[in-house]
Every structure is written in structure tokens, then in C-alpha cells.
């Protein structure tokens, strides 16, 4: 039996799900899933960005209770030090946390006009995004200046050396990337394609792309989501 469960939501289209997953893998936790059926009207509004109750991801270890991403990855980095989930150097971990919360409450343009679905292919939607919405092309320029500033100070191949928290950050901007078909710089693709590709990431995706349980007419690109 797991020692842990994380309550998580649609794999195709959960951005902070994937995160929740992600943060678990890495610190090593055996951890079982709970699926939030996308049926359920708290969950699709939660979903749709129409409402902030956060009901995932949600980890529960022994009697510990803890959701939000940022709290979910601090809890891991003090209980399973082990694993380094943050930067060894002071000043790393400070960068880190830095990045984490700046994705953490920033972004809304590209978030909201690039939603998560993994399973779809919409370089067309990318295409009129960038054209039409000035925020969204800050939000990407100022996405790939973060990014490649760290991979530039660390040596890569991830932000910090190793996959770490901040990675888990990113990793749905990498699949909004992809299935957007965005422009990155020859720097900032490869790293989009190293995350994208890493093994709980691609895990992930796997699960995504079997899931075969979508929001219909309420497609996320054609609404207000994360």
C-alpha cells in the first residue's frame, strides 16, 4: 500500500496536476493517484479558471495535508532530503524559488490564451496569439530570458544542472510550447524539448494521451484556464 496519495485532475489538461505529479517523483515519495473526475462541475470549474479552490493537487501523507504546488514542493524538499529538490548553493535555491514564484502568479496571458492540452496540436491558435495579443509575446519573451539566463549560469542540461523543482515549474509551459507551436531561440527549444522529453514528464504525457476524456465544446482554448 502507498505511503502517500496526491489527488490529482486531468492529465491532458491540469497544468498544476502535472506539477503535484512531478514534485512526488522527485522526492521519491510512493504515492498513489487519486483522478478528481472531470465530470464533476467543482472540477471542469476549476479547470476553466472559474473557480480558485485549488482542489488540486492535493498530496496526503500520513496525517499531512498539503496543496498548492509552491507548499507541496517546499513540503518535500524538508521531509525528503535525500533527494535535492532544490539547488545545493544559497544562491541557487534563491534563483530557484524566484523563478518557481514568478510562474507560480505570473504568466496569465500566455496561460489563459494557451491553455494546457497536451493531446492537441493548434499551431494555428499559436500563430493568432502572438499576432493579435502583445501580453502573451512578453509573457514568451520574458519566459525565454529566464530560462535561458539560468541554463546559461548552470551549464544545463536543466535550469540548475540537475531536473529540480524549478523544472517541474516549467514543464507546462514546455507542453503549451509544443502543442502551441511557439517560437523559441535554438537555446530555450532545446531545453522546452530536454523537459518535455524527461521521464516523468513523458510518463505523464502517456497517461494524457489515453485519458480520452475531453471538456467538448468548452475546449480550454476557446475559454479562461491553467
Known sequence: MAEASLTVSSKNYSSWSLRGFLLCRMAGLDFAEKIAPIDDPATRAELLLLSPSFLVPCLEHGKVKVWDT??????????????????????????????????????????????????????????????????????LERLQTMWR????????????????????????????????????????????????????????VRDALNERDFLGFEEPYRTSRD
Open 70 to 139: 509552491l507548499a507541496i514542493a517546499e513540503y518535500l524538499a524538508e521531509r525528503f532530503t535525500a533527494h535535492p529538490l532544490w539547488p545545493r548553493g544559497a544562491r541557487e535555491r534563491a534563483r530557484a524559488r524566484s523563478l518557481c514564484a514568478e510562474m507560480h502568479s505570473g504568466f496569465s496571458a500566455l496561460r489563459v490564451a494557451c491553455p494546457q492540452n497536451i493531446e492537441a496540436s493548434l499551431p494555428e491558435v499559436g500563430r493568432r496569439v502572438l499576432q493579435e495579443q502583445p501580453a502573451v509575446r512578453s509573457d
Open 149 to 204: 539566463e539560468a541554463l546559461r549560469a548552470s551549464g544545463g542540461p536543466f535550469l540548475f544542472g540537475e531536473f529540480g523543482i524549478a523544472d517541474a515549474y516549467f514543464a507546462p509551459v514546455a507542453g503549451r510550447m509544443r502543442t502551441y507551436a511557439l517560437p523559441l531561440d535554438a537555446p530555450v527549444q532545446g531545453y522546452a524539448e530536454r523537459l518535455f522529453a524527461s521521464p516523468g514528464v513523458a510518463a505523464w
